[in-house]
Each structure stands twice: as structure tokens, then as C-alpha cells.
């Protein structure tokens, strides 16, 4: 079983930057495709960026393209996303996700990935 825990959210004005982490524990996460998704008051939750078991493909939501970066540190079985140039819109619960998966195609349904963290609140003021 593979354990994930995000942090690093929280209250920032517009404009502003805020750095997520999601640690994996249990199992290392080296080989596993990795994920986030944000899940606004009322709304679905919705797919932000994902990253492939080696690092190397990524994907990002248009709405994020350009202003949130995803990467991830094997080493330290710990996935990032630094979102900078924050908007009111942004302001969600940001959750991690992960699936075994050793190849380079990413995808963006969230019924693909079997593992989740419990989420972080992220709020842009404006």
C-alpha cells in the first residue's frame, strides 16, 4: 500500500506563489506515474498537472499551463507542484494521485489513478 500526504497549502494573495508537496510512504513511488487534481467548493474535481514514473513527460490543464510547475525527487519519493502567478480560481482542495505505471503516456482521468492523498486547501485572496 502506498500512503500519500500533501502539504504545503494555504492563504495567498493573488499574484502570489505556494509550493505543494505529496510525500509517499509504504512503497516507493519510483516507478508509479504521479498526479495532482483540485477539487473546488460545489464543483467536479478537475486535473491540474501529472508527471511520469521517471520524470521526464508532463502534463498540465490549460488553465495552468505557463503558472504551475510539477516535478517530483525519486530519491525522496516526493512529488512538488510550485504554482506561481496564483489566481482567485485557483483556490481549491489540491489532492495527489498516483498508479503503478512505467511508461512515458500520461493520462488525465482521475479513475486511472488508485492511490490519493487527503488533500490541501489552497485559498488565493484578490
Known amino acids: 500500500q502506498v500512503q500519500l500526504v500533501e502539504s504545503g497549502g494555504g492563504l495567498v494573495q493573488a499574484g502570489g506563489s505556494l509550493r505543494l508537496s505529496c510525500a509517499a510512504s509504504?512503497?516507493?513511488?519510483?516507478?508509479?506515474?504521479m498526479a495532482w487534481f483540485r477539487q473546488a467548493p460545489e464543483k467536479e474535481r478537475d486535473f491540474v498537472a501529472a508527471i511520469s514514473w521517471r520524470g521526464g513527460n508532463a502534463d498540465y490543464a490549460d488553465s495552468v499551463k505557463g503558472r504551475f510547475t510539477i516535478s517530483r525527487d525519486n530519491a525522496k519519493n516526493t512529488m512538488y507542484l510550485q504554482m506561481n502567478s496564483l489566481k482567485p480560481e485557483d483556490t481549491a482542495i489540491y489532492y495527489c494521485a498516483a498508479r503503478e505505471f512505467r511508461d512515458g503516456v500520461l493520462t488525465r482521468s482521475q479513475w486511472w489513478y488508485n492511490y490519493w492523498g487527503q488533500g490541501t486547501q489552497v485559498t488565493v485572496s484578490s
Open positions: 509504504g512503497r516507493t513511488v519510483s516507478t508509479y506515474a
